[in-house]
């Protein structure tokens, strides 16, 4: 009934740009958050941006800020993340994820998950 699919990844150059695209369907949107986030082999996933989607307060961690931008498309039921400025150190597996409830500082504890899609930054 849920779907939470993901698309946009690819390989990129450093100082590079690449969007990533969550298109969600058998959810109610005006009760959720959203967010993106990303796992390396060898690291713990963490969470890169999330926002509620009626007013979209969003937050980022923090070695994205000014180079990452979340947004949506309300009449496509679809979240964007607008990567800029890569650098190999993005290079991970992100997941688009979705919570009834709120952001709360990137740590609630989302319900939904797509199945990713790779970003590798080249340097």
């Known amino acids: 009934q849920v779907q939470v699919v993901e698309s946009g990844g690819g390989l990129a150059q450093a100082g590079g740009s690449l969007r990533l695209s969550c298109t969600a369907s058998?959810?109610?949107?005006?009760?959720?958050?959203m967010a993106w986030f990303r796992q390396d082999p060898g690291k713990e996933r963490e969470g890169v941006s999330c926002a509620s989607w009626t007013g979209f307060s969003t937050v980022y961690l923090d070695s994205v800020k000014g180079r990452f931008t979340i947004s949506r498309d309300k009449a496509k039921n679809t979240l964007y993340l607008q990567m800029n400025s890569l650098k190999p150190e993005d290079t991970a597996r992100y997941y688009c994820a979705a919570v009834y409830g709120t952001c709360s500082g990137l740590r609630s504890q989302f319900n939904y998950w797509g199945q990713g899609t790779q970003v590798t930054v080249s340097s």
């Open positions: 058998g959810l109610t949107f005006g009760d959720l958050s």
